[in-house]
Protein backbone atom coordinates (compact mmCIF):
# COMPACT_ATOMS: atom_id res chain seq x y z
CA UNK A 1 0.00 0.00 0.00
CA UNK A 2 1.51 3.67 -0.79
CA UNK A 3 0.71 6.50 0.91
CA UNK A 4 0.12 9.91 -0.27
CA UNK A 5 1.94 11.78 2.56
CA UNK A 6 2.35 15.67 2.00
CA UNK A 7 5.66 16.94 2.97
CA UNK A 8 5.26 18.94 6.64
CA UNK A 9 3.09 16.00 7.92
CA UNK A 10 3.79 14.52 11.21
CA UNK A 11 4.65 10.76 10.38
CA UNK A 12 5.12 7.45 12.82
CA UNK A 13 7.09 4.40 10.97
CA UNK A 14 4.80 1.61 12.13
CA UNK A 15 7.72 -0.65 12.25
CA UNK A 16 9.77 1.04 14.65
CA UNK A 17 7.67 3.82 16.24
CA UNK A 18 10.02 6.79 14.55
CA UNK A 19 8.23 10.00 14.56
CA UNK A 20 8.66 13.04 12.80
CA UNK A 21 8.13 15.44 10.27
CA UNK A 22 8.26 14.42 6.70
CA UNK A 23 10.61 17.02 5.23
CA UNK A 24 11.25 15.90 1.94
CA UNK A 25 10.50 12.72 -0.29
CA UNK A 26 12.73 10.63 -2.38
CA UNK A 27 11.59 8.45 -5.51
CA UNK A 28 14.07 6.03 -6.78
CA UNK A 29 14.01 4.76 -10.48
CA UNK A 30 12.47 1.28 -8.89
CA UNK A 31 9.57 2.86 -7.73
CA UNK A 32 10.67 3.21 -4.43
CA UNK A 33 9.23 6.27 -1.88
CA UNK A 34 11.29 7.03 0.84
CA UNK A 35 10.53 9.82 2.82
CA UNK A 36 13.26 12.08 5.02
CA UNK A 37 11.80 11.87 8.65
CA UNK A 38 13.07 14.89 11.00
CA UNK A 39 12.34 13.92 15.01
CA UNK A 40 11.87 17.32 16.58
CA UNK A 41 14.59 18.52 19.16
CA UNK A 42 14.30 18.17 22.63
CA UNK A 43 14.10 20.98 24.76
CA UNK A 44 17.43 22.88 25.11
CA UNK A 45 19.21 20.53 22.73
CA UNK A 46 22.10 22.16 21.34
CA UNK A 47 22.25 19.83 17.84
CA UNK A 48 19.36 18.74 15.66
CA UNK A 49 18.67 15.08 15.66
CA UNK A 50 19.13 13.32 12.49
CA UNK A 51 16.41 12.37 10.25
CA UNK A 52 15.83 8.60 8.48
CA UNK A 53 15.06 8.28 5.11
CA UNK A 54 11.82 5.54 5.69
CA UNK A 55 9.68 3.81 3.12
CA UNK A 56 6.12 5.05 2.10
CA UNK A 57 4.53 1.92 3.28
CA UNK A 58 5.61 2.37 6.74
CA UNK A 59 4.80 5.00 7.24
CA UNK A 60 1.30 6.62 9.01
CA UNK A 61 0.26 9.93 8.95
CA UNK A 62 -0.27 10.71 12.69
CA UNK A 63 -0.95 14.54 12.37
CA UNK A 64 -1.73 16.09 8.70
CA UNK A 65 0.31 18.94 7.29
CA UNK A 66 -0.39 22.54 8.24
CA UNK A 67 0.11 24.19 4.55
CA UNK A 68 4.09 24.74 5.26
CA UNK A 69 4.83 23.10 2.30
CA UNK A 70 5.62 25.13 -0.48
CA UNK A 71 4.12 23.22 -4.46
CA UNK A 72 6.97 22.53 -6.69
CA UNK A 73 7.13 24.02 -9.69
CA UNK A 74 5.68 21.82 -13.17
CA UNK A 75 8.85 20.73 -14.73
CA UNK A 76 9.04 17.74 -17.51
CA UNK A 77 12.68 15.62 -16.45
CA UNK A 78 11.17 12.36 -15.29
CA UNK A 79 13.47 9.48 -13.85
CA UNK A 80 15.72 7.52 -16.64
CA UNK A 81 16.31 10.94 -18.44
CA UNK A 82 19.78 11.80 -19.70
CA UNK A 83 20.48 15.27 -18.59
CA UNK A 84 23.53 17.85 -18.35
CA UNK A 85 24.21 20.18 -15.77
CA UNK A 86 24.60 23.75 -17.09
CA UNK A 87 26.92 24.84 -14.67
CA UNK A 88 29.82 22.20 -14.96
CA UNK A 89 28.70 20.10 -18.29
CA UNK A 90 28.23 16.85 -16.17
CA UNK A 91 26.13 14.13 -18.17
CA UNK A 92 24.45 11.58 -16.68
CA UNK A 93 20.84 9.75 -16.21
CA UNK A 94 18.54 10.94 -13.29
CA UNK A 95 18.13 8.04 -11.03
CA UNK A 96 16.22 9.83 -8.78
CA UNK A 97 13.96 12.60 -7.67
CA UNK A 98 13.87 14.92 -4.54
CA UNK A 99 10.97 17.07 -3.68
CA UNK A 100 11.61 19.39 -0.30
CA UNK A 101 9.28 21.61 1.70
CA UNK A 102 10.29 24.38 0.50
CA UNK A 103 9.48 23.29 -2.81
CA UNK A 104 12.98 23.01 -4.45
CA UNK A 105 13.30 20.15 -7.04
CA UNK A 106 16.39 18.07 -6.84
CA UNK A 107 17.95 14.26 -9.32
CA UNK A 108 20.40 12.71 -8.38
CA UNK A 109 22.31 12.28 -12.05
CA UNK A 110 24.73 8.96 -12.40
CA UNK A 111 27.38 8.25 -15.00
CA UNK A 112 27.77 4.92 -16.65
CA UNK A 113 31.07 2.94 -15.05
CA UNK A 114 34.09 4.30 -16.72
CA UNK A 115 35.82 0.71 -16.56
CA UNK A 116 35.42 -2.82 -14.44
CA UNK A 117 37.02 -1.33 -12.03
CA UNK A 118 35.81 2.24 -11.83
CA UNK A 119 32.96 3.67 -10.12
CA UNK A 120 30.09 5.54 -11.30
CA UNK A 121 30.22 9.40 -10.24
CA UNK A 122 27.01 10.89 -8.84
CA UNK A 123 25.85 14.41 -8.48
CA UNK A 124 22.66 16.14 -6.62
CA UNK A 125 21.87 18.90 -9.01
CA UNK A 126 19.10 21.45 -8.60
CA UNK A 127 16.17 21.20 -11.12
CA UNK A 128 16.93 24.54 -12.90
CA UNK A 129 20.66 23.73 -13.90
CA UNK A 130 19.74 20.74 -15.66
CA UNK A 131 18.97 20.60 -19.65
CA UNK A 132 17.61 17.63 -20.90
CA UNK A 133 19.70 15.81 -23.79
CA UNK A 134 17.22 12.68 -24.71
CA UNK A 135 15.23 9.80 -23.09
CA UNK A 136 18.05 8.02 -21.51
CA UNK A 137 16.67 4.92 -20.09
CA UNK A 138 13.74 3.50 -21.43
CA UNK A 139 13.93 -0.64 -21.51
CA UNK A 140 11.97 -1.39 -18.24
CA UNK A 141 12.30 -4.68 -16.41
CA UNK A 142 9.60 -7.14 -16.91
CA UNK A 143 8.58 -9.45 -14.23
CA UNK A 144 6.64 -12.75 -14.41
CA UNK A 145 3.54 -12.20 -12.02
CA UNK A 146 2.89 -15.53 -10.69
CA UNK A 147 0.83 -16.13 -7.40
CA UNK A 148 4.20 -16.08 -4.56
CA UNK A 149 4.74 -18.99 -3.01
CA UNK A 150 5.97 -16.68 -0.02
CA UNK A 151 9.23 -18.47 -0.22
CA UNK A 152 12.43 -17.05 -1.32
CA UNK A 153 12.94 -14.06 -4.23
CA UNK A 154 14.28 -11.95 -5.92
CA UNK A 155 14.68 -8.37 -5.32
CA UNK A 156 12.70 -7.82 -8.26
CA UNK A 157 10.01 -10.05 -7.70
CA UNK A 158 9.54 -8.95 -4.29
CA UNK A 159 8.91 -5.35 -5.78
CA UNK A 160 6.53 -6.72 -8.40
CA UNK A 161 4.20 -8.75 -5.77
CA UNK A 162 4.63 -5.93 -3.39
CA UNK A 163 3.08 -3.45 -6.39
CA UNK A 164 0.34 -6.40 -7.08
Do not use: W
Not at 33 to 58: F, N, R, W
Not at 59 to 82: C, D, F, R, S, Y
Not at 120 to 142: D, F, H, N, Y
Request: aromatic share 4%; hydrophobic share 35%.
Amino acid sequence: MKNDIQLGATVTDIVTGFTGIALHSYRHMNGNMQYAVQPKCKEGASELPSSLYIDDHTLQVTVPANGIAKKPAPHAIELGMEVEDLVTGFRGTVTHELVFLNGCVHFLVSTKLKGPDKDASEMQLSIERLKVLGPGVTKRIKVNKEDPTGGPMSMVKRMAVARG
